[in-house]
């Protein structure tokens, strides 16, 4: 986590996050 990390990278992480938890949750995962 950089400290340095503005409010606008900050939301970015989180919906790149919230992204990632969800493919993780489909049965595409399995194919990788």
């Not at 990390?5 to 969800?22: A, D, E």
Request: charged share 20%; hydrophobic share 30%; with cysteine.
């Amino acid at each position: 986590m950089d400290p340095q990390c503005s409010p606008t990278q900050l939301k970015l992480r989180t919906f790149t996050f919230r992204l990632l938890n969800f493919a993780n949750n489909t049965p595409a995962k399995r194919r990788q």
